[in-house]
């Protein structure tokens, strides 16, 4: 059964950076394409950005040229570089494994004006 761990969350202020990290545990991680999801207050969960098995990576309109998406499969960890942090990116992320609908239990970002 796979196992997700997000860490990296926390308060930024508006212009900052947060790198996320996401541990994963119980699945051959170099075989799987993995995600970042985020959900804030009052809205519905919405995709970030995913990165193949191969390193093929994509990103949501409202992140693209700010957040990066990479995996170091020695570490079985995917990470979200988040440069440029803006209020409307505060939301509880989740990491994501499409191949067996596995989710984190999310860690939060917040940023402040």
């Known amino acids: 059964q796979v196992q997700l761990v997000e860490s990296g969350g926390g308060l930024v202020q508006a212009g900052g950076s947060l790198r996320l990290s996401c541990a994963a545990s119980?699945?051959?991680?170099?075989?799987?394409?993995m995600g970042w999801y985020r959900q804030a207050p009052g809205k519905q969960r919405e995709w970030v950005a995913g990165?193949?098995?191969?390193?093929?990576?994509n990103y949501a309109d409202s992140v693209k040229g700010r957040f990066t998406i990479s995996r170091d499969n020695a570490k079985n960890t995917v990470y979200l570089q988040m440069n440029n942090l803006n209020p409307e990116d505060t939301a509880m992320y989740y990491c994501?494994?499409?191949?067996?609908?596995?989710w984190g239990p999310g860690t939060q970002v917040t940023v402040s004006s």
């Open positions: 994501y494994v499409p191949r067996v609908n596995g």
């Open positions: 119980g699945i051959i991680f170099s075989f799987n394409d």
């Open positions: 990165i193949t098995s191969t390193g093929r990576t």
